[in-house]
């Protein structure tokens, strides 16, 4: 009957440092989809994104893990592992195998693309980061405010407030994209 | 209620989170820039859906799952649990703390600095060594006053004298009576241990003599 009740992600990383694979497995096919999803959209590379998922489990699964419970969930130490890690990457310089250009060899990117949505997604990887992470978080994740605030640590009107500034910068560069190219003539 | 206030309300229809109220419904006919930021708004709603329908589909495929298991399964493989390493490496850590300890006092006693001896200067070079006889207590004599609380010495253990200027209260220190009347800096023989600890002192020089007729 217990095996039925869902653990929460500190129960799970507590049998998983006492060497629990299961615990271990759970955990990372609850949080690795978004923290795979969420590398993708901020650095714009499905290879970063790969190594950054699988980096932040590394990390959490290493007997250094600097996890402690009474400082937050585990969720916002694996995205705040992620958000560094990403950090480090665009430090780097820029991200060669973009988003777009991986979706030129995949039927469903063929069909989708468009201009304005590669543009787009160029200008949310160009946002500051404090605009991008809610952007990501709150509509492409679909997390609510309340989630957010919890996983950036900030409160929720902060939250609110700066995907609202977020998508009327991006809003402002759809404009300008689609706006129509003038022609002058003598 | 302004238009800048209704921005919040309109961003959040926008993003499917709610349907417009009478009141908003009502405005955006009559309102251009309303109309316009809302309607900015759905469009960038739509790109964002697809932009998150191609993220879902380009990392539905996770290739690294199964070398993460392998990895986690060879790490606590080869860290068996070993409670004597604890026990073990508990008392080695205590062992060496009471060794250090030890030495560091023997050290620390040899190299015990002179007991509130501050040297102004030495006044000569010269050392002059005796071996002693007789315990420190019994060096005292008409002229040289024993310093107490001080080891006592080794049979054959050679003594020096040192000559030295010091300070009043570092011969009020060694059980000396001081005259205010004699200054700063007092020339003095000194009786040193090979440990360096002073073991008895006199004062020379005019005051010397009249040590006890002062008091």
Same mark, same amino acid.
């Given at each position: ?20 694979q299961?615990?271990f ?36 699964m ?125 | ?67 993460l298991m392998?990895d986690f399964a060879?790490l606590h ?47 000569? &070079?010269?050392?002059? &060594? ?19 609380? &001080? ?55 005019? !005051?010397?003599?009249? !040590?006890?007729?002062?008091?």
């Amino acid at each position: 009957m217990s095996a039925l009740i869902p653990r929460s992600d500190e129960e799970l990383y507590r049998l998983m440092k006492k060497g629990n694979q299961d615990a271990f497995a759970q955990l990372y096919a609850r949080r690795v989809p978004a923290l795979r999803r969420y590398a993708l959209h901020t650095s714009g590379s499905p290879a970063i994104a790969e190594e950054v998922a699988h980096e932040v489990f590394l990390q959490l699964m290493s007997p250094n893990s600097r996890y402690d419970e009474a400082k937050g969930s585990l969720e916002s130490f694996l995205y705040g592992i992620a958000r560094n890690l990403v950090r480090v990457v665009r430090r780097q310089g820029p991200v060669e195998e973009a988003v777009d250009r991986a979706f030129e060899h995949d039927i469903l990117g063929e069909l989708i693309s468009n201009e304005a949505t590669a543009a787009l997604h160029q200008t949310l990887r160009e946002l500051p980061e404090r605009y991008r992470d809610v952007v990501v978080l709150c509509d492409l994740e679909e997390r609510s405010y309340e989630d957010v605030a919890r996983l950036i640590g900030r409160p929720v009107g902060t939250v609110r407030s700066r995907l609202h500034r977020a998508r009327a910068l991006l809003s402002a560069k759809l404009k300008r994209l689609n706006a129509p190219v003038e022609v002058y003539s003598r | 209620m302004t238009c800048a206030e209704r921005i919040g309300e309109l961003v959040e229809c926008a993003r499917g989170r709610g349907s417009l109220g009478r009141e908003l419904s009502a405005h955006l006919p009559g309102c251009a820039a309303c109309a316009e930021r809302f309607q900015a708004e759905r469009e960038l709603s739509q790109q964002l859906r697809t932009i998150q329908a191609r993220g879902v589909a380009l990392m539905a495929e996770d290739t690294r799952r199964e070398v993460l298991m392998r990895d986690f399964a060879d790490l606590h493989r080869r860290r068996p649990a070993r409670p004597w390493v604890f026990a073990f490496g508990g008392a080695t850590a205590l062992f060496a703390a009471i060794l250090v300890g030890n030495v560091a006092g023997r050290h620390a006693a040899r190299h015990a600095p002179v007991p509130a001896l501050r040297v102004k200067a030495p006044r000569t &070079t010269q050392v002059v &060594t005796y071996e002693a006889s007789t315990d420190a207590s019994e060096l005292s004599s008409d002229d040289f006053t024993a310093v107490p609380y &001080t080891p006592p010495l080794a049979p054959g253990e050679l003594v020096r004298v040192v000559h030295a200027d010091l300070y009043p209260e570092a011969l009020a220190s060694m059980g000396i009576d001081i005259n205010p009347a004699w200054g700063d800096e007092i020339p003095t023989e000194v009786v040193v241990g090979e440990d360096g600890i002073p073991r008895a002192v006199r004062i020379i020089g005019p !005051q010397g003599g009249t !040590q006890s007729d002062d008091f």
